[in-house]
C-alpha cells in the first residue's frame, strides 16, 4: 500500500453537517434571487488567461501572483478562474446577450487563487455571485446591495457592516491616483515594501495597507471621494438614498478600494468582525468599463460576489446542523430475502419516504442497531419466514411495537405509513 494521499494545500473536502449549511444557502439564494428574475448561470472553469489577465489587471495581485495557469496540451494558455465575473463578461459578449435589454444573472461555484492559506482563505474557494449588464442606474447598485443583505438576512446572519464608497469613473481615478502618488512620494521610503512596489505599480492598493506606519501616512492623504466627478458624485448619492429608503445602514468607507481593477463608482464590501483577518463575507461594485475592456459594447454593469466558505463558517458559530437519519431501515438476512429487500426498498421510496437498505451481511441484531444509531424510526425485519410469507414485520423502533405488513400491498399506502411516522402528510 503506498501513502494516503492528503488534499492539496488550501483545499478542503465538504461533507457531513457542513454540506447541509451550504445547501441552505443555495436554497436561500435560489428564492431570493430568482424572486427578484436573475437567472442563473455556469460558466467554465478554466477560460483563456487573457481573459484574467486584460479584465482583473496585470496589476493585481491576483493577476500578478495568484493564478493558476497552465498550457494545455494545444500549447493554449488557460487559467482556473480566480473570480466568476470575467467569465460571466464573456458569455454576455460572446452570445450577444447585449442586444437583449437589461440582464440579470446568478452563479454559484469554485474559485481558484493561490493565496497563502489561513482561516477563511483558501486556494480553492466558492462564489455565490451576481451581476446585472445594461444599466447606469443607481437603483440597479442598490437592487443588488439589497439582496446581498436580504440573504444574509434571511440566514440569520447578525453582526455585517456594509461598507461603501465610490471610487469614480476612470477619469476620476486618474486624477486621484496622481494627486495620492504625489502625496506618498515623499515618504516612499517610510512606506511597509508592499506599499513602496505599489507605490508605481498600482497606488490605490496602498489604501488597503494593514501596516500601521503606512496608515499613518495615509493619514492625510488625498481621499478619493473628493475627486468624483458630479455626475459620480449625484449617482453615489442616490445609491445611497435608495439604500437608506430601503431600510439599510451603511458606512462610509473613502479607503475602500477593491482588489481587481474593474471596479468604477460603486465599491462595497458586507464585512464582518467575527472572521480574524478575512473580513470581507462579500465584495462588489459596479464596473461600467469592463465589457469593453473584453471587446463588447460599452455596457454599464454591477454585481457582487460572496465567498461561501466565509458564510459558512458565521453559520457554524450559530450551531451545526444535524443529519436527518432515514425514516425507514431494510434490515434482511438469510436466504432468498435480498430481492425481497431490494423491492421493499423501492416501494417505500416510491411513497417518498427516506429509507436506506442494509448491504453489510451483518447479523440482525446488528443491523438494528445501526438503525437505531441513524436515528431512523422504524426497522422493515426481512427473514427467510418473511420471504416465504410475504407478511413482513415492521419494528417501531421508539416503542418496540411490531407490525405485520403484507408485501406488496402495505407497502403502497402512503397515509398509514406516514402516520405511523409521524409525518403526516407528505
Ligand atoms: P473579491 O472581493 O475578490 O471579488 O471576492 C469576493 C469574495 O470572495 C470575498 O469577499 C471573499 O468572501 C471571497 N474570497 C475571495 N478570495 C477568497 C479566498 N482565497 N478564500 C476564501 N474566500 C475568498 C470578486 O471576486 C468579484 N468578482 C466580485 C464581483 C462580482 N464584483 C462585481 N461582480
Same mark, same amino acid.
Given at each position: 500500500?503506498?501513502?494516503?494521499?492528503?488534499?492539496?494545500?488550501?483545499?478542503?473536502?465538504?461533507?457531513?453537517? !457542513?454540506?447541509?449549511?451550504?445547501?441552505?444557502?443555495?436554497?436561500?439564494?435560489?428564492?431570493?434571487?430568482?424572486?427578484?428574475?436573475?437567472?442563473?448561470?455556469?460558466?467554465?472553469?478554466? !477560460?483563456?488567461?487573457?481573459?484574467?489577465?486584460?479584465?482583473?489587471?496585470?496589476?493585481?495581485?491576483?493577476?500578478?501572483?495568484?493564478?493558476?495557469?497552465?498550457?494545455?496540451?494545444?500549447?493554449?494558455?488557460?487559467?482556473?478562474?480566480?473570480?466568476?465575473?470575467?467569465?460571466?463578461?464573456?458569455?454576455?459578449?460572446?452570445?450577444?446577450?447585449?442586444?437583449?435589454?437589461?440582464?440579470?444573472?446568478?452563479?454559484? @461555484?469554485?474559485?481558484?487563487?493561490?493565496?497563502?492559506?489561513?482561516?477563511?482563505?483558501?486556494?480553492?474557494?466558492?462564489?455565490?455571485?451576481?451581476?446585472?449588464?445594461?444599466?447606469?442606474?443607481?437603483?440597479?447598485?442598490?437592487?443588488?446591495?439589497?439582496?446581498?443583505?436580504?440573504?444574509?438576512?434571511?440566514?440569520?446572519?447578525?453582526?455585517?457592516?456594509? !461598507?461603501?464608497?465610490?471610487?469614480?469613473?476612470?477619469?476620476?481615478?486618474?486624477?486621484?491616483?496622481?494627486?495620492?502618488?504625489?502625496?506618498? %512620494?515623499?515618504?516612499?521610503?517610510?512606506?511597509?515594501?508592499?506599499?513602496?512596489?505599489?507605490?508605481?505599480?498600482?497606488?490605490?492598493?496602498?489604501?488597503?495597507?494593514?501596516?500601521?506606519? %503606512?496608515?499613518?501616512?495615509?493619514?492625510?492623504?488625498?481621499?478619493?471621494?473628493?475627486?468624483?466627478?458630479?455626475?459620480?458624485?449625484?449617482?453615489?448619492?442616490?445609491?445611497?438614498?435608495?439604500?437608506?429608503?430601503?431600510?439599510?445602514?451603511?458606512?462610509?468607507?473613502?479607503?475602500?478600494?477593491?482588489?481587481?481593477?474593474?471596479? %468604477?463608482?460603486?465599491?462595497? !464590501?458586507?464585512?464582518?468582525?467575527?472572521?480574524?483577518?478575512?473580513?470581507?463575507?462579500?465584495? @462588489?461594485?459596479?464596473?461600467?468599463?469592463?465589457?469593453? $475592456?473584453?471587446?463588447?459594447?460599452?455596457?454599464?454593469?454591477?454585481?457582487?460576489?460572496?465567498?461561501?466558505?466565509?458564510?459558512?463558517?458565521?453559520?457554524?458559530?450559530?450551531?451545526?446542523? %444535524?443529519?436527518?437519519?432515514?425514516?425507514?431501515?431494510?434490515?434482511?438476512?438469510?436466504?432468498?430475502?435480498?430481492?425481497?429487500?431490494?423491492?421493499?426498498?423501492?416501494?417505500?421510496?416510491?411513497?417518498?419516504?427516506?429509507?436506506?437498505?442494509?448491504?453489510?451481511?451483518?447479523?440482525?441484531?446488528?443491523?438494528?442497531?445501526?438503525?437505531?444509531?441513524?436515528?431512523?424510526?422504524?426497522?422493515?425485519?426481512?427473514?427467510?419466514?418473511?420471504?416465504? $410469507?410475504?407478511?413482513?414485520?415492521?419494528?417501531?423502533?421508539?416503542?418496540?411495537?411490531?407490525?405485520?405488513?403484507?408485501?406488496?400491498?402495505?407497502?403502497?399506502?402512503?397515509?398509514?405509513?406516514?402516520?405511523?411516522?409521524?409525518?403526516?402528510?407528505?
Amino acid at each position: 500500500m503506498g501513502e494516503p494521499l492528503q488534499a492539496s494545500r488550501g483545499t478542503r473536502d465538504i461533507w457531513g453537517a !457542513e454540506i447541509l449549511l451550504w445547501q441552505r444557502v443555495e436554497q436561500q439564494a435560489r428564492e431570493i434571487l430568482g424572486r427578484a428574475n436573475y437567472q442563473e448561470i455556469r460558466t467554465p472553469i478554466f !477560460e483563456a488567461t487573457e481573459l484574467f489577465s486584460r479584465g482583473i489587471g496585470e496589476g493585481t495581485d491576483i493577476v500578478s501572483k495568484e493564478m493558476y495557469t497552465f498550457t494545455d496540451r494545444g500549447n493554449r494558455s488557460l487559467t482556473l478562474r480566480p473570480e466568476g465575473t470575467a467569465g460571466v463578461v464573456r458569455s454576455f459578449i460572446e452570445h450577444k446577450r447585449f442586444q437583449q435589454g437589461v440582464q440579470r444573472c446568478w452563479y454559484l @461555484g469554485p474559485m481558484f487563487r493561490y493565496e497563502r492559506p489561513q482561516a477563511g482563505r483558501y486556494r480553492q474557494f466558492h462564489q455565490l455571485g451576481v451581476e446585472v449588464f445594461g444599466s447606469d442606474d443607481p437603483r440597479a447598485d442598490v437592487e443588488v446591495i439589497a439582496l446581498a443583505l436580504e440573504l444574509l438576512q434571511s440566514l440569520q446572519v447578525t453582526a455585517l457592516t456594509l !461598507e461603501l464608497n465610490s471610487v469614480g469613473d476612470l477619469d476620476d481615478r486618474c486624477r486621484y491616483r496622481a494627486a495620492l502618488v504625489d502625496y506618498l %512620494t515623499p515618504y516612499a521610503q517610510e512606506l511597509d515594501p508592499d506599499s513602496q512596489v505599489r507605490l508605481h505599480k498600482n497606488p490605490l492598493r496602498i489604501l488597503d495597507s494593514k501596516d500601521p506606519k %503606512t496608515q499613518a501616512i495615509l493619514q492625510d492623504a488625498p481621499q478619493l471621494p473628493d475627486y468624483l466627478s458630479p455626475a459620480a458624485q449625484a449617482h453615489f448619492e442616490q445609491v445611497q438614498a435608495g439604500l437608506a429608503a430601503l431600510g439599510f445602514t451603511y458606512v462610509l468607507n473613502p479607503r475602500l478600494v477593491r482588489g481587481l481593477d474593474y471596479y %468604477t463608482r460603486t465599491a462595497f !464590501e458586507i464585512t464582518t468582525t467575527a472572521l480574524g483577518a478575512q473580513a470581507a463575507v462579500v465584495g @462588489g461594485g459596479r464596473y461600467d468599463g469592463l465589457v469593453e $475592456t473584453l471587446g463588447g459594447p460599452a455596457t454599464p454593469a454591477v454585481g457582487w460576489a460572496l465567498g461561501l466558505e466565509r458564510l459558512v463558517t458565521l453559520l457554524q458559530k450559530q450551531g451545526d446542523a %444535524t443529519i436527518p437519519g432515514p425514516e425507514v431501515y431494510v434490515a434482511a438476512f438469510g436466504e432468498g430475502t435480498a430481492i425481497l429487500a431490494l423491492q421493499v426498498a423501492q416501494k417505500l421510496r416510491h411513497l417518498g419516504l427516506r429509507v436506506e437498505m442494509d448491504v453489510s451481511h451483518s447479523p440482525v441484531g446488528k443491523q438494528l442497531k445501526r438503525a437505531d444509531k441513524l436515528g431512523s424510526k422504524a426497522c422493515v425485519i426481512i427473514g427467510e419466514t418473511e420471504a416465504a $410469507t410475504g407478511q413482513i414485520l415492521v419494528k417501531w423502533l421508539a416503542t418496540g411495537v411490531q407490525d405485520v405488513v403484507a408485501f406488496p400491498a402495505g407497502f403502497a399506502q402512503p397515509e398509514w405509513w406516514r402516520e405511523k411516522l409521524g409525518t403526516g402528510p407528505a
